[in-house]
């Protein structure tokens, strides 16, 4: 954030010290704040020279003068956690952004991951007196133009906050034990601008939940025809080597809460004879017990002609595409 910026801000966040507050109590489990209707219980209008706030066609609207303003939500001892709202800024807008706050302290400390209308993201840790760059203003192509609809997310677990647009990780920062507060909502303009809020759910990560991993299925694409006969391996979670036996293979199960990072990697052989040439692909799935749902991953392998070449020859004897599923309940 440039020092303009940062003075702004702070000038801003003296002259208005709060802006709109939601009142609710962590007790575990999934909230989700639907702007769906008004008044919304526990829910304080802001309106004043620096910002107002409105609900309008189910969305919570956050209409800010140079400044920056936000609603958030009490908990109460929840230091890992999943928060996630859809955002869209106005178009053809000045320079806006908006996101997601969090570990906000009765002192008025917080941290706060941005989207701008011009596709950057950032995250700033704000002291009190001063803003702090964490990771500075980064482009990302997950990111849409203001005007359209953006998701965002922000898990803190296991030491780590992962910041995340419309599904894509785009920031990984350390998050110390320890540091949790109020999480909320954040609107900033340069200028005047507008944010439209569609929900914010939050998520407790210390509730377990069951997942399963099993591969969908193996399809041979090019082949140039020297062999058909390959042998399929899998290494789940930095375990030995097992053979696949097929489609529908289940590789993994278990229990786990927060966020669980699963790496798999697969060889493919030509031939039974594991000395040959052989081919590598790996990809890390990314489990988050606050999200139930099943999702998919392709692992794709090359595997070349001549086993001196690695997976770099130009000429590929066989290239395999592996569809993985995670499936959390």
Same mark, same amino acid.
């Given at each position: 954030?440039?020092?303009?910026?940062?003075?702004?801000?702070?000038?801003?966040?003296?002259?208005?010290?709060?802006?709109?507050?939601? /009142?609710?109590?962590?007790?575990?489990?999934? *909230?989700?704040?639907?702007?769906?209707?008004?008044?919304? &219980?526990?829910?304080?209008?802001?309106?004043?020279?620096?910002?107002?706030?409105? *609900?309008?066609?189910?969305?919570?609207?956050?209409?800010?003068?140079?400044?920056?303003?936000?609603?958030?939500?009490?908990?109460?001892?929840?230091?890992?956690?999943?928060?996630?709202?859809?955002?869209?800024?106005?178009?053809?807008?000045?320079?806006?952004?908006?996101?997601?706050?969090?570990?906000?302290?009765?002192?008025?400390?917080?941290? &706060?991951?941005?989207?701008?209308?011009?596709?950057?993201?950032?995250?700033?840790?704000?002291? +009190?007196?001063?803003?702090?760059?964490?990771?500075?203003?980064?482009?990302?192509?997950?990111?849409?133009?203001?005007?359209?609809?953006?998701?965002?997310?922000?898990?803190?677990?296991?030491?780590?906050?992962?910041?995340?647009?419309? +599904?894509?990780?785009?920031?990984?920062?350390?998050?110390?034990?320890?540091?949790?507060?109020?999480?909320?909502?954040?609107?900033?303009?340069?200028?005047?601008?507008?944010?439209?809020?569609?929900?914010?759910?939050?998520?407790?990560?210390?509730?377990?939940?069951?997942?399963? /991993?099993? /591969?969908?299925?193996?399809?041979?694409?090019?082949?140039? $025809?020297?062999?058909?006969?390959?042998?399929?391996?899998?290494? *789940?979670?930095? +375990?030995?080597?097992?053979? /696949?036996?097929?489609?529908?293979?289940?590789?993994?199960?278990?229990?786990?809460?927060?966020?669980?990072?699963?790496?798999?990697? *697969?060889?493919?052989?030509? $031939? &039974?004879?594991?000395?040959?040439?052989?081919?590598?692909?790996?990809?890390?799935?990314?489990?988050?017990?606050?999200?139930?749902?099943?999702?998919?991953?392709? &692992?794709?392998?090359?595997?070349?002609?001549?086993?001196?070449?690695?997976?770099?020859? +130009?000429?590929?004897?066989?290239?395999?595409?592996?569809?993985?599923?995670?499936?959390?309940?």
């Amino acid at each position: 954030m440039t020092t303009h910026r940062s003075r702004l801000l702070y000038a801003s966040l003296l002259a208005s010290v709060l802006a709109c507050s939601f /009142i609710f109590v962590g007790s575990g489990s999934s *909230i989700k704040v639907e702007f769906g209707s008004a008044p919304l &219980v526990g829910f304080e209008p802001l309106a004043n020279a620096i910002a107002t706030s409105s *609900i309008s066609d189910g969305n919570y609207i956050l209409e800010v003068r140079s400044s920056i303003a936000w609603g958030r939500l009490h908990l109460e001892d929840v230091e890992e956690f999943q928060a996630a709202t859809r955002v869209q800024l106005l178009a053809g807008g000045p320079a806006q952004a908006a996101g997601i706050l969090f570990d906000y302290k009765e002192a008025g400390t917080f941290s &706060v991951f941005l989207v701008t209308g011009d596709g950057s993201c950032g995250l700033w840790d704000f002291d +009190g007196t001063a803003y702090r760059s964490v990771s500075g203003w980064q482009k990302d192509r997950a990111i849409l133009p203001a005007g359209e609809w953006n998701t965002l997310a922000v898990t803190a677990s296991d030491g780590t906050a992962r910041c995340s647009v419309n +599904g894509r990780e785009v920031l990984a920062v350390p998050h110390p034990g320890g540091t949790g507060g109020d999480v909320g909502l954040a609107a900033e303009a340069w200028g005047n601008g507008r944010a439209s809020f569609d929900y914010l759910r939050l998520c407790d990560l210390g509730e377990a939940h069951p997942y399963r /991993i099993s /591969i969908v299925s193996m399809h041979l694409g090019a082949n140039t $025809g020297i062999g058909e006969d390959f042998s399929h391996y899998m290494s *789940i979670d930095g +375990g030995p080597e097992s053979l /696949i036996a097929g489609d529908g293979m289940a590789l993994m199960s278990g229990q786990f809460s927060g966020v669980r990072v699963v790496p798999v990697k *697969i060889r493919t052989a030509g $031939g &039974v004879d594991t000395n040959t040439s052989a081919g590598y692909g790996s990809v890390q799935l990314v489990l988050y017990s606050c999200e139930p749902q099943s999702q998919e991953q392709t &692992v794709r392998v090359r595997v070349c002609g001549d086993p001196t070449a690695g997976s770099d020859c +130009g000429n590929a004897w066989a290239d395999w595409e592996y569809v993985l599923r995670v499936v959390v309940d």
